[in-house]
C-alpha cells in the first residue's frame, strides 16, 4: 500500500500542471483517504493510567511533604459499539476493582450503561476523572462517590443541551437488600462546547 501510494505520488509531481492533472491529484487525494480510514479501525483498546500525588504543606507545624494517593490502570476501548473501561487502583500494596462497565446505545439518543461504576450525582461524584484533578486534596470530596453495581440508562435531548441520567445501583449493603437509585439532569445553556 504505502509502494503504490509513493509511486503515484512520483508520477504525479512529474506530470505537467493541466487540468487531466489536477483531476488526477484529486483522485489520488481521495484514495489515500480511502486508505487512512481503511487502516486505522474505529474499533480497539487503549491501555493508559495515572499516579496521583500531592504536595502538603503545614505551615503552622513548619511541615511539608509529597504523599501519595494511588496508582490507577485503565483499559478503555470500542468493540462494535460497544464500550467499556476495566480499569484496577492499586493503593498501600493492594490492588482494587474500580471500573467495570460495559455501555451501549440503546435506542436514538439513549445510552445503558451496565457494571460497577460511579453513581450519576455530584459532577465530581461521576464526571471528573481522577486524572484531571490538579488540586487532589481541594477536591477529595470528589472521592466519596462510591463505585457500585449498577445500570444506568442516560441520554441528550434539546439539541443535546439537557442531559438526564438515571441509575439503580446496590446500594450501602451490597446486593443482600435495597437497591440505591440516582439521577442528575445537566442543562448547557451555550450548547455543546460551552459552558455548563
Known sequence: ????????????????????????????DSEIAKLSTNVVAEDGVTMTGFIRAYFNSDSDNDKAGWGFEHLRLEANGKVEGFKFRLSTELKNS???????WVKWQLADGIHATVGNFKQPFLYGFG??????????????????GKREPGLMLN?????????????????????????????RVTYDFLGEGGFG
Do not use: C, H
Request: glycine share 8%; net charge negative; proline share 1%.
Open 127 to 144: 464526571f471528573l476523572r481522577g486524572a484531571n484533578r490538579l488540586m487532589v486534596k481541594a477536591t477529595a470530596s470528589a472521592d466519596n
Open 1 to 28: 500500500i504505502i509502494l503504490s501510494v509513493a509511486a503515484g505520488l512520483a508520477l504525479a509531481t512529474t506530470s505537467y500542471a493541466t487540468p487531466d492533472t489536477v483531476n488526477s491529484w484529486n483522485e489520488l
Open 94 to 100: 493492594d490492588a482494587k476493582l474500580a471500573d467495570a
Open 155 to 183: 441520554g441528550k435531548v434539546m439539541d443535546k443541551q439537557l442531559g438526564w441520567y438515571v441509575a439503580a445501583m446496590n446500594g450501602k449493603d451490597d446486593a443482600s437488600d435495597d437497591q440505591s437509585i440516582y439521577g
